[in-house]
């Protein structure tokens, strides 16, 4: 089917976003919603906004963190030692030592 041959098309508006790098980008939305307030740059991936003057700032990078380091945010040291222990006594208990 061709275009002219499916009909009126629905009405849009675009809708301009700025990144923190200055790109700019112009998604089209359907007439009835209300845009979103920020979305993703295509050129670079971050965050733009519809203010040119103050787009949305770079999302922090967080470090990366080990199973270990997130054990230790809810675990104390002695949570850790008594859960040690319960499992060497298993462990010994299971070869006979």
Not at 21 to 44: K, L, Q, S, V, Y
């Amino acid at each position: 089917m061709r275009w002219a041959e499916r009909g009126e098309q629905a009405p849009r508006n675009v809708v301009a976003y700025w990144c923190s790098n200055g790109h700019r980008t112009e998604p089209t939305f359907a007439a009835e919603i209300t845009p979103p307030d920020t979305w993703d740059c295509p050129r670079c991936g971050q965050p733009a906004g519809r203010n040119e003057q103050a787009p949305p700032e770079r999302p922090r990078a967080e470090p990366y963190k080990t199973h270990l380091a997130y054990v230790k945010e809810r675990r104390t040291d002695a949570d850790g030692e008594a859960i040690l222990q319960e499992a060497l006594a298993r462990l010994r208990q299971r070869t006979g030592r």
